[in-house]
T-cell receptor, first 113, second 110 residues
């Protein structure tokens, strides 16, 4: 049972480039989330999804877009990367929002030069 | 939004020692979780504990929801316990999103 899988694990981009981070979960969870973690800080929610075909903004959504075309996948896109987006990105999923703990992927370390 | 404060920010202990980590939150909550982020960056869910007490091996947690705090106890610390411990909550009156504290960095010395 893989749980939550993020790809890629590491990436270096130049300012202005675009890329997509992929999150896949095999637990049939309805809810999926994208967080970023900056040095010395806790995680901050970027976007989340409460089911296939739905997305919603979190705490720090600017500069990111997301899509949930399939229940098991949640994609995070950076259209024009900026150095301020250098961070570690975590994907998480949960069966329901309030009743169940969130399960996290191993993270994607992204550097923008 | 809800504020989540963790203390202490840093803790260095000898192997075998016991420790208590605290999480204070500014509003009533319906979801509280403790996570361990290991030195490799992986986040592991330790407890889902909006109220009451739970135990799992050497770890236990207590949440006193009426007084807006939670405690994580680690007994007989091992070097593998090193890492950052995060508390995260969902407020009863907010936007139902998980808000993380800034963490407690625990270092266990052999």
């Amino acid at each position: 049972n893989a749980g939550v899988t993020q790809t890629p694990k590491f990436r270096v981009l130049k300012t202005g480039q675009s890329m997509t981070l992929l999150c896949a979960q095999d637990m049939n969870h309805e809810y999926m989330y994208w967080y970023r973690q900056d040095p010395g800080m806790g995680l901050r929610l970027i976007h989340y999804s409460v089911g296939e075909g739905t997305t919603a903004k979190g705490e720090v959504p600017d500069g990111y877009n997301v899509s949930r075309l399939k229940k098991q996948n949640f994609l995070l896109g950076l259209e024009s990367a900026a150095p301020s987006q250098t961070s570690v990105y975590f994907c998480a999923s949960s069966y329901t929002r309030l009743d169940q703990p969130q399960h996290f992927g191993d993270g994607t370390r992204l550097s923008i030069l | 939004g809800i504020q989540v404060e963790q203390s202490p920010p840093d803790l260095i202990l000898q192997e075998g020692a016991n420790s208590t980590l605290r999480c204070n939150f500014s509003d009533s909550v319906n979801n509280l979780q403790w996570f361990h982020q290991n030195p490799w960056g992986q986040l592991i869910n330790l407890f889902y504990i909006p109220s009451g007490t739970k135990q799992n091996g050497r770890l236990s947690a207590t949440t006193v929801a009426t007084e807006r705090y939670s405690l994580l106890y680690i007994s007989s610390s091992q070097t593998t316990d090193s890492g950052v411990y995060f508390c995260a909550v969902i407020s009863n009156f907010g936007n139902e999103k998980l808000t993380f504290g800034t963490g407690t960095r625990l270092t266990i010395i052999p």
